[in-house]
């Protein structure tokens, strides 16, 4: 479990400070549009790639460094706010982070993100327009989507025996020391607005206090908080249920006929993780190389054959097996997507966010 010490706010307004005010040394452009060639990068062959666990299988790094000559080190998060805080604090020196929606979007106001220069991207190309061009980046100026997905509900059928059908039916006293959540403290929020019928953005000190009220009596039946692997304790049994990542729970479901999938009735979040380029990076043509890497349909395929999320590239989409096409937890219908909302950025009340989840989690 993690301890979240600097909120989105606070790491935001560390990062604006701390990051930003050196020139990055960009490579030099190479005019190419093949898809393999590597970046043109005479001074530098190194890329560093800051990204959420379980989320880009080490076979894509290992063959972008094969192909390029490009010397990758890779570091993992288990959040958003993990990540800004360590860029906030002046760690890294990245070369790509992985932010979720409403981080682009904060990044992005900020001007903490390199714009992007899509001639060197030209697998943009494969990219659904579904997920392009969203209000958190017109344009795609400064992100490229890697995965989408949701937050669902996934459970284990010989221990759990009723129908689930959302978190009404997962927060119940019965189910206390049975159930693993996300650590992530705007999931958690969300889910507690939800039940209230309340938009997930809709986070102002009066709907704060409500979703309090209703995580005041969830979070005490949760035994396990893990953002990094939830599958786990569902595996080993240690716990029944869980409110866990698409990826996660689309394991489950090809790993053991006995886990069930529900996208909760209350609503959920649609999220989408992009690749980013911090404003203060060193190896900006690498960057985009690894990104228009990612973008080929056969090793987007590779990424999603070992991390099963909603992809959002049609032509590796087409690589897919019709299982995998099938599986409710990677894919969820165009009538369960309607329904899903993306996170926005909250500004200030962020911080409140996390010191919600935090003050009931000590309890
Ligand atoms: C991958 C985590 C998914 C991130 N392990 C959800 N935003």
Known sequence: ????????????????????????????????????????????????????????????????????GIKVSVENYASNEEMLAKLGAGGGNYDIIQPSEYVVEALVKENLLHPIDHSKIPNLKNLSPQFLNLPFDPGNKFSVPFMAGTVGIVWNTELITGDIKGFSDVFKPENKDKIVVLDDAREIVSWALLSQGIPVNDVSDGN?????????????????????????????????????????????????KKFRWAVPAEGT?????????????????????????????????????????????????????????????????????AKMETFKDVGAQSSKIDELVTSLKVQ
């Open 269 to 337: 979040h649609l999220f989408i993780d992009s690749l980013a380029i911090p404003k203060d990076a060193k190896n900006v043509a690498n960057a985009e190389a690894f990104m228009n890497f990612i973008l080929q349909p056969e090793i987007s395929k590779q990424i999603s054959d070992a991390f099963p999320y909603t992809n959002p590239n049609l032509e590796a989409r087409k690589l897919l097996t019709a299982e995998q096409l099938a599986n409710p937890a990677s894919f969820p219908t165009d009538e369960e997507i």
């Open 1 to 68: 479990m993690k301890t979240k010490t600097t909120t989105l706010l606070s790491a935001l307004a560390a990062l604006a400070v701390a990051g930003c005010g050196k020139a990055p040394e960009t490579a030099p452009a190479e005019n190419t549009t093949q898809p393999q060639a590597p970046a043109a990068a005479a001074e530098s062959k190194q890329l560093s790639i800051y990204c959420w666990s379980e989320y880009i299988p080490q076979s894509v790094i290992d063959e972008f460094a094969a192909r390029t």
């Open 208 to 256: 704060l206090e409500k979703a309090r009220g209703v995580l005041a009596n969830w979070l005490p039946l949760v035994k396990v908080y893990d953002s990094d692997s939830p599958k786990t304790a569902l595996l080993n049994g240690d716990v029944a249920i869980g409110v866990v990542w698409g990826g996660e729970g689309a394991i489950l479901l090809n790993e053991d």
